[in-house]
């Protein structure tokens, strides 16, 4: 089970790039497919056919483009650029702490998208989606933090080769992760901006004035975002690829699991849970590493 | 050496001339431009001169300074005093007082054996802050043309003293020269007291009751600064016989270690950290050019300054480890406090501390890492700082107020200036733009030296992207199906030009980054360290990659947006299917209502009265923990 990274390491920059582009939504979507098909059977229901997001997702760009001023979709378009172009990085094998970054940055723009239509929903979804960015982002910092202090380097090529399973210096950064990984899957009990439920109290939060091809985007945005989150998942076991891949697909359905089993929780809970899991879980397993060096 | 005379005479003379020339000739506007012009020139002229150049040390020796600096200090000692006591407040009296025997005493026994080689002395560093004093400060001066006039207009009950205030803004930027190119310790103590004074006078320019206050806070915490550099001072030649910054730095440890605290203490208390913060927020009430002076180029760019001078001395010690925890502090809490406030002033000074909080952290690391993203830090900050407080200034008067609620559909209103705010605040937290290269670049700076540095990054860069997003998503809001007054052509042409000057400038930042960074920014550390960062070239090309496609993208998605777009059916947004027009209702039993969108401040929990203290307690302790460890 080296194929994975043998090809990897066949393949030049620019090929993973386009590798990631190409086949990232097509995984997302898969994801996004086996997700509504799983929660239906944990609900007792049938369910869509798995290829269904891909439809959804052909017919809204085939629908009628409404907005409510023409500057909204331009900031929804850069979300998916920069989304695409952080998860590009990652598999390309660059920055950790880069990627991070730019994908803060992707996250910025949706949000500025839904500030700029000025809509009361959208409006009550971005301020969420902003307390929810704010609830993350220490966390996903120090995941590059420790991968660094683990292995020496940022570099998601050399973090991925490291011989020693990262899990094992890391768990404590693990757990955490793990945690706030449900705000970025837009999970239950952290669905707070958005959520694909239909039991929103602000409507479609973040996603309330955006419909058609503009919608479209956000939910490919979104896929492309999921693969790039498992691929940090992977990281943690990059030793043993087929463990790792078991690994990030298990950590997917617990989303899923979690995602059916809670209620929605405001946003002084979600704040302050993620970050005193973080100061509790995390930042001991950084501080031990520091002094083990 | 006449280009650094020339800096520290030239804005003086200009400042005589403000003050002597009447009000509304239209020769002193040319005279301040072309003064402007100059201010920034000669800084240029200096890093072109000394490219690839290592320190270069002058002895510029003249008697006349000498017997002229104790007399002006003692001038300013004594109208220190006689203002104390006339508003009867008797503690910068104290203070005064101390300092000036411990000064004076000095000057009378010890100063008459002092020899100082070289007085003056010029690098890369001193450089990059000429160009920031030279160059923003200039253009916030320019930019007071316009302000004045206005401010006066809507304080009709403040005296108009616009020769005088236009007086202490040349004299402090003269003085602000004078510190960073100055290697006599006494010489650099010198401007840091007219530094004071002048925050003082501008501060309570208003000369109203709440003005008078902040200026004495902002007083007595400088002098407190002021009393421990005069002690640090005294103590220093004392022990050592050496009165030079560039020898002090050569000298045994055990000997300097806590005349360079006391340094440092005063440092910190100019650049408002934590316990000192207060003033700094308290200065918002002085016109807005002041505001801007101080959080840019001035002030507080003057203690981060000697703060990274003085930081080679403290390190591998205990009190480098406290001074990081120090500046530790100071950038989580504000950041913190910052995402509570409404006043977008308040909100950009506590976005100033938490900056600076980070710049005093590097300096405790201070490796050659941590030393270049203090530069970068420094160099970005005071860029887009200047740019937001001076758009703050032209909203408060335009849209009347200074609340960032009132700033909905700002980009309806005043669609030039909103995009000036939007480039100032771009280069303050959106990545790839400066300040985001700096953050990443300390990131990793911390990360091997201080692990507790880097968890406290994380947490206060997340508070940071909150308090700004949110902020510029009230700018961008656009009010459905309906048409604004736009309010921004009574904006003077003065404003405009400045603004438009440090919008372009802090584009050109960010382009002239790789420039910045491998020209000026590297040889200096390698001259102090011995060895640059080593940066790392793909990320450097994935940054100016993404800069260049961001510039090209932005206009073109702009373009795009609003010609080609116009097949798209426009409709009112949702508003829970009781809409009458796009922005107002139907409410419950038939009422109408108009919808009104307000942001989250979260008081309860990042409220100033909260935190603040929280800050200012933890501080006080890591200052004594400085203070103890560096006199044992």
Known sequence: ?293 | MYPLIFLVLFPLLIAFLALALPRGLLIKKVIGVLANAVLCGVPVYLLAAHLGQEATYYQAESHLVDAAMPLIEVVIAVYLIYVSVRSRRYLPVLLVVLQSVAILAFELTGGHTLEVEHNLFVDQFSIIMALIVGCIGGAICLFAFGYMPEFHHHYQEVPDRRRYFAFLLYLFLAAMFGIVFSNNLMWIYFFWEITTLCSFLLIGYKNDKPSQDSAFKALNMNLIGGVAFAVGLVYLYNASHVMELDKVLGLDKGMVLLPAVCIVFAGLAKSAQFPFSSWLTGAMVAPTPVSALLHSSTMVKAGVYIILRLAPVLQNTAASKVLTMIGGVSFLITALIAVSQRNAKKVLAYSTISNLGLIVACAGVNTDAAVWSALVLIIFHAVAKSLLFLCVGVIEYKVGSRDIEDMDYLIMRMPKLATCMLIGMAGMYIAPFGMVIAKFATLKAFVNESPVMTVILAYGSAATLFFWVKWMGKVMSIKGGASLEVVEDRVSRWEWTTLGILAAATVAVCVAFPFIAFQVINPYLREVFGQAPIVDTFNVYVILILMISLWIVLPLGLLYYRTLGKGIRTVATYLGGGNIDDVSYEGAMGKAGEIEIKSYYMEKYFGENVLFPVGVYLALTFVFIMFGVAAL
Request: proline share 5%.
């Open chain 1, 1 to 293: 089970m080296n194929i994975i990274p043998e090809t990897y390491q066949s393949l030049s920059l620019v090929e993973r790039m386009v590798a990631f582009v190409v086949l990232a939504p097509l995984l997302g979507g898969l994801l996004a497919g086996i997700d509504r098909k799983l929660s239906a059977r944990l609900q007792g229901r049938y369910g869509p056919p798995v290829r269904q997001p891909f439809f959804d997702a052909l017919k809204l760009f085939q629908k009628e483009r409404v907005v409510v001023n023409r500057a909204q979709n331009f900031p929804i378009f850069l979300f998916l650029l920069f989304t695409v172009f952080s998860g590009a990085l990652f598999f390309a094998g660059a920055d950790l702490l880069l990627t991070v970054f730019c994908l803060a940055v992707a996250g910025t723009f949706l949000v500025l998208g839904a500030f700029c239509v000025g809509s009361p929903f959208s409006h009550l979804g971005a301020e969420r989606e902003v307390i929810q960015m704010m609830a993350y982002e220490p966390m996903v910092i120090l995941v590059a933090v420790g991968m660094y202090q683990v292995t020496g380097s940022f570099k998601v090529a050399d973090i991925a080769q490291h011989q020693v399973p990262l899990l094992f210096h890391l768990p404590g950064v693990f757990a955490g992760f793990l945690f706030i990984l449900t705000i970025k899957f837009r999970k239950s009990p952290f669905d707070l901006s958005m959520s694909h439920h239909a039991h929103q109290e602000i409507v479609r939060g973040l996603t309330t004035e955006f419909s058609g091809p503009a919608l479209a985007l956000i939910e490919i945005a979104h896929w492309y975002e999921n693969v790039l989150l498992l691929g940090i998942v992977y990281l943690f076991l990059g030793s043993n690829p087929l463990l790792a891949v078991v690994m990030a697909l298990l950590v997917y359905f617990l989303e899923i699991f979690i995602d059916m089993n809670y209620a929605r929780f405001k946003w002084q809970l979600t704040l302050l849970s993620s970050w005193l899991i973080t100061a509790v879980v995390a930042v001991p397993n950084i501080i031990v590493l520091s002094t083990l060096r």
